[in-house]
């Protein structure tokens, strides 16, 4: 988008805003992840990638280090469709996985938006160390659970996987959100 995509305004708040009021409503810890400094209206722990440019893995992977929890949710600031009630269906899960990843039936996971114990950790040290950096290769060497997000799932939203990635998303956000 030329620009950061968590600083631009979209209706009444930040693009960031968003997925953040979700993770208020059910985290008693919150880390940023961001080598940038970034402003929000409450003062939350903001962590570099350890690993530098590596996509995702080096963000999730340096906040889950520095997370004091177990149980912990990643959510890209990207997403702003994500709710509180898919969070609430996947930590249902908790007790058969190490990962809880959702997707659509047919569709691909969404690493980027899911539960990881902090156990996984482990794994992204490996897949790191192997210089294997996409997400969606992590999963056969986690104890991980997929759920199917289905239409008649009251928090379900067509675009509940939606990333923020060019204009024309934006104006279908600001629309919708209008």
Known sequence: MGREKGNILVGKKYLYQYPLAV????????????????????????????????????????????????????????????????????????????????AFPEDRLQPLCGIYKKITTNVLQNRIDQKIYAMHKITPYINTEVVIIEENMPFFHPNLFMNINDQSDLSQLASELS
């Open 23 to 102: 993770l208020e409503s059910l985290c008693d810890e919150i880390l940023i992840s961001t080598c940038k400094e970034m402003k929000t209206e409450k003062e939350y722990e903001q962590v570099c990638d350890e690993i530098p440019n590596i996509g995702p893995m080096g963000g999730i992977y340096s906040c889950l280090k520095k997370s004091s929890n177990e149980i912990n949710i990643v959510l890209s600031y990207d997403l702003p469709y994500a709710n509180e009630g898919l969070f609430m269906e996947l930590l249902k899960h908790t007790e058969s996985a190490d990962l809880i990843l959702p």
